[in-house]
């Protein structure tokens, strides 16, 4: 019953060590399966917060805070801008829906809101104009920025170069 020599030592390693690699590797493999929420806002609401529904596992009605701007066309010259912009929210419902979007510059500066007056639930993504946005000389690009009518303002953005 004496020690035992440092190869036993190290054989008796190998398998532990195997053993704990299995082991992390079983572990990390049952995490990566769960589904968690991700934020492909890339906007400045942040489209998930600690206070979200969907971090909590609520009602996936609720996993989408906010409408996402998929498309943005600018038309115009001089300052004065038709804004065409394109839509998506999933949960468009006549007690919840996309009520609007703004229009702001680099610095944050709103140049424009444009309200809907109703769901689009039959109609998603769906398109609107918002005609004659005023936009000053210097300024080369804006953000366009979609409203939830129970949330306000978040989810993913757009930001578009002006013509010039």
Same mark, same amino acid.
């Given at each position: 019953m004496g020690t035992r020599s440092g190869g036993e030592n190290r054989r008796m390693r190998?398998? $532990?060590? /195997? !053993? !704990? /690699?299995?082991l992390f590797? /079983? $572990?990390a493999?049952?995490?990566a399966g769960e589904d968690e929420p991700t934020d492909s806002a890339h906007d400045s609401g +942040?489209?998930?917060?600690a206070g979200d529904p969907a971090a909590d596992g609520a009602d996936q009605d609720d996993a989408q805070?906010?409408?996402? @701007?998929v498309e943005v066309d600018v038309s115009g010259e001089d300052g004065t801008y038709d804004v065409t912009v394109t839509i998506s929210s999933p949960y468009d419902t006549p007690e919840r829906y996309a009520d609007g979007w703004r @229009?702001? +510059?680099p610095d944050g500066t709103v140049y424009g809101e444009h309200e809907l007056a109703h769901d689009h639930q039959n109609e998603q993504p769906f398109t609107r104009t918002q005609n004659d946005v005023d936009v000053?000389?210097?300024v080369n690009? @804006?953000?366009v920025e979609g409203r939830d009518s129970e949330n306000g303002y978040g989810g993913q953005t757009r930001t578009v170069r002006l013509p010039r």
């Amino acid at each position: 019953m004496g020690t035992r020599s440092g190869g036993e030592n190290r054989r008796m390693r190998k398998p $532990l060590l /195997f !053993l !704990l /690699f299995a082991l992390f590797a /079983f $572990l990390a493999a049952g995490c990566a399966g769960e589904d968690e929420p991700t934020d492909s806002a890339h906007d400045s609401g +942040g489209a998930h917060d600690a206070g979200d529904p969907a971090a909590d596992g609520a009602d996936q009605d609720d996993a989408q805070r906010f409408p996402d @701007v998929v498309e943005v066309d600018v038309s115009g010259e001089d300052g004065t801008y038709d804004v065409t912009v394109t839509i998506s929210s999933p949960y468009d419902t006549p007690e919840r829906y996309a009520d609007g979007w703004r @229009v702001t +510059g680099p610095d944050g500066t709103v140049y424009g809101e444009h309200e809907l007056a109703h769901d689009h639930q039959n109609e998603q993504p769906f398109t609107r104009t918002q005609n004659d946005v005023d936009v000053p000389t210097g300024v080369n690009e @804006v953000t366009v920025e979609g409203r939830d009518s129970e949330n306000g303002y978040g989810g993913q953005t757009r930001t578009v170069r002006l013509p010039r």
